[in-house]
């Protein structure tokens, strides 16, 4: 694996995570997205990847049914409110909860009840404040799952670019390419010591590329890996998935420097600089 270091200035500026938001909010006539009922689960493992990554074990009897889910799928967390030990059971027509956050689930296991879910530790915010603290025993409620991509199969040529925020993603991706497919890598993250094998029975080609602590600069590590990067084939299929702003600039470099065609990139903004209550469908179908 490969490590390219990019530097930046220290700001106090932190991370802030993206919260659901219903894609009705934009469009008045449009349904709203029928809420999946929600999971009560505990807390069984919590494993530390790196400084700032860690692998929580939810469990559960109510995880009975949970169905086995696809690449870079998502689920909804919902996490204690200040003085709560555990979330209020949401009601079907009840308000949304406040603290709730879009996960992919990075494993499901059916038959022990239990799913694997990545926590990026980024600062302020519900999630993130919980994770840092998470232990054994703690409720959280669980919604899902929601669909996710589905790689070509016909494609043996996969490049992947993402921030921390989708590396759980990126992550089932790799997991669900075959032995015959080649998958090029660029994950964009905080420091180099989030650096850690990844796995598939893809040929691999991984660049871990160090952003800093200045989240201003959102995608320039990717934007500049890109521009050294060699010529995109016609039959490559691109994963784009980091901050919303960003996922667009980068989309447009594809296309309108490297002659990439739109319809081999699907783009996902998980986060947004300076936004709290991001939208969670947020394809970039705008830029």
């Known amino acids: 694996m490969k490590m390219?270091?990019?530097?930046?200035?220290?700001?106090?500026?932190?991370?802030?995570?993206?919260?659901s938001s219903p894609s009705a909010a934009s469009s008045p006539e449009a349904p709203a997205r029928k809420r999946r009922p929600p999971r009560r689960v505990e807390v069984s493992r919590v494993e530390i990847l790196s400084p700032a990554m860690r692998r929580i074990t939810l469990t559960g009897a109510e995880l009975e049914g949970f169905p086995p889910v696809g690449p870079a799928s998502y689920i909804k967390l919902i996490f204690p409110e200040p003085g709560q030990t555990e979330?209020?059971?949401?009601?079907?027509?009840?308000?949304?909860?406040?603290?709730?956050?879009?996960y992919t689930p990075l494993a499901v296991r059916p038959e022990a009840l239990e799913v694997d879910v990545d926590f990026v530790l980024h600062g302020e915010g519900p999630a993130s404040t919980w994770a840092t603290q998470a232990r054994v025993g703690q409720v959280l409620y669980?919604?899902?799952?929601?669909?996710?991509?589905?790689?070509?199969?016909?494609?043996?040529?996969?490049?992947?670019?993402?921030?921390d925020s989708a590396l759980p993603a990126v992550e089932t991706i790799l997991a669900a390419l075959p032995a015959s497919a080649r998958a090029q890598v660029l994950l964009e993250v905080i420091s180099a010591a989030e650096e850690r094998p990844l796995h598939s029975a893809a040929q691999l080609d991984v660049s871990w590329l160090v952003r800093g602590t200045d989240h201003r600069l959102a995608g320039q590590p990717l934007a500049a890996a890109l521009h050294a990067l060699a010529p995109v084939g016609?039959?490559?299929?691109?994963y784009?998935?980091?901050?919303?702003?960003?996922?667009?600039r980068l989309r447009l470099q594809l296309?309108?420097?490297l002659g990439v065609n739109r319809?081999?990139?699907?783009?996902?903004?998980?986060?947004?600089?300076d936004v709290i209550n991001h939208p969670d469908h947020d394809y970039g179908d705008d830029g």
């Open 4 to 19: 390219v270091l990019i530097n930046a200035m220290t700001i106090r500026k932190v991370f802030l995570e993206n919260t």
């Open 87 to 102: 979330p209020t059971r949401p009601l079907p027509d009840g308000p949304r909860a406040v603290s709730m956050r879009t």
């Open 142 to 163: 669980l919604m899902g799952p929601g669909p996710g991509y589905a790689p070509d199969a016909g494609s043996s040529h996969h490049l992947l670019l993402a921030d």
């Open 234 to 238: 016609p039959d490559t299929r691109i």
């Open 240 to 248: 784009l998935a980091c901050e919303a702003a960003a996922m667009r």
């Open 255 to 257: 296309v309108e420097v």
């Open 263 to 273: 319809s081999q990139i699907v783009g996902r903004g998980y986060w947004k600089l």
